[in-house]
């Protein structure tokens, strides 16, 4: 079956440490996103990426970072420089051919916890 | 300014009755795309309706329909007949075009929880 992989489901970082979470897709999709979603704020973007070893920052960049090394791949690291990790972590992959009705699909979701 | 707003942080409804969502979006853009997804307790986003701007009916699609109000900039989600299995969080979404975002990306509202009462 298509779809997105998160992985993993639960994860538990000790402040101080860099973390990395994994999304993969088998949609062939060309666009791959990750929000952060936090209780009473919706999801908002951490990065994008419409092709291969090209992404952009969103509205709240600062401490994460990502690579697109495969076009099924879009990892997500979260640094120690995010001041506030604790966070659901969405990943989304849509298929971008020049036009705006097509819908994002997600993944199960990360639920991160610095302890 | 907010791109999506949704102004009802969490809704009531009896089962078997049916029930608005609210959804107001601001864009430049003659073209964009607007879409509904639900997010059980579970936590995966899972895509209902969409709606594009050149549309004219409303798009619908089982017991979810967009009431679609271009002047007014709105794209509320009626759900008929609810049940209890519709109890979630409910999220607008708008898509625009790269003349405005720059790019193709999705923007979300802060989501609207539906309880379905027995």
């Known amino acids: 079956d298509g779809g997105i992989t998160q992985s993993p489901k639960y994860l538990f970082r000790k402040e101080g440490q860099n973390v990395t979470l994994s999304c993969e897709q088998n949609?062939?999709?060309?666009?791959m996103y990750w929000y952060r979603q936090d209780p009473g704020q919706g999801l908002r973007l951490i990065y994008y990426?419409?092709?291969?070893?090209?992404?952009q920052k969103g509205d709240i960049a600062e401490g994460y970072s990502v690579s697109r090394e495969k076009k099924e791949s879009f990892p997500l690291t979260v640094t120690s420089a995010q001041k506030n990790p604790t966070a659901f972590y969405l990943c989304?992959?849509?298929?971008?051919?020049?036009?705006?009705?097509?819908?994002?699909?997600f993944g199960q979701g990360t639920r991160l916890t610095v302890v | 300014a907010q791109k999506i707003t949704q102004t009802q942080p969490g809704m009531f409804v009896q089962e078997k009755e049916a029930v608005t969502l609210d959804c107001t979006y601001d864009?430049?853009?003659?073209?964009?795309?607007l879409f509904w997804y639900k997010q059980p307790s579970s936590g995966e986003m899972i895509f209902l309706i969409y709606?594009?701007?050149?549309?004219?009916q409303n798009a619908t699609e089982g017991r979810y329909s967009l009431n679609f109000q271009k002047a007014r900039k709105s794209a509320n989600l009626v759900i008929s007949a609810s049940q209890l299995g519709d109890s979630a969080m409910y999220f607008c979404?708008?898509?625009?075009?790269?003349?405005?975002?720059?790019?193709?990306?999705?923007?979300f509202g802060t989501g609207t929880r539906l309880k379905v009462l027995a």
């Open positions: 979404a708008m898509r625009e075009g790269p003349e405005v975002s720059g790019t193709y990306k999705y923007i």
């Open positions: 990426s419409q092709i291969v070893n090209d992404f």
């Open positions: 949609l062939n999709h060309d666009a």
């Open positions: 864009t430049s853009d003659q073209s964009y795309g």
């Open positions: 709606q594009g701007s050149y549309d004219e």
């Open positions: 989304a992959s849509s298929q971008d051919r020049g036009m705006v009705n097509t819908e994002a699909f």
